[in-house]
């Protein structure tokens, strides 16, 4: 038998699918707008916190040739198991008799006392004390060597660093505590 195409009883078609709604722009425009208000409040916070303050004096930084130019320099240097101080790397001891051993404290404060005075006596430049850490180092010995060097008459104490723009993605905070 034989259907004709006129005959639409026979034969029926449905369409699968609904036609769609239209999309409600609503929750979309306040999800953006809630997005908005917290990228701006927080953007405008990170300003605050890193603009220079009235009446706070910051450190300067100097480049090496520049200060071997300008500046009578002492440098330390406090490797995790010893401390070299002075051009001719002078060991004297671990990092853990800044804290210790008075006797160590004494010496180093000592020859950096002869350094300074031996800086004054024969340059018209300021005295200058350069920390060289390793990474490792607690943050109490580097407090040491600074009392250290104020007190042997350092006017300037720097701290030598490598210029590194990705430092804050390679910082752990749980390592650092």
Known sequence: MRMNTSDRSARKVRRKF??????????????LTIILVFLIKNVSTEAVKVSAEAGMQYPTTIT?????????VTPIKIF??????????LDFGTPADLMNNAKKRTQISEYLK???????KSESTEACLI????????CAYITEV???GTNA??????F????????????????AQ
């Open 131 to 138: 920390v060289q850490a390793d990474n490792s180092i607690p």
């Open 64 to 72: 090496n040739d520049k200060m071997l130019e300008e500046a009578g």
């Open 114 to 120: 002869l350094e300074a005075a031996d800086i004054y």
């Open 80 to 89: 995790p198991d010893r401390v070299v101080v002075g051009t001719e790397g």
């Open 153 to 158: 008459g350092y006017t300037y104490i720097y």
């Open 160 to 175: 030598a660093t490598l210029e590194d723009a990705d430092w804050l993605k390679k910082y752990n905070v749980s390592s």
């Open 146 to 148: 600074v009392r250290i």
């Open 18 to 31: 609904d036609d769609p709604k239209t999309l409600s722009i609503t929750s979309l425009l306040d999800v």
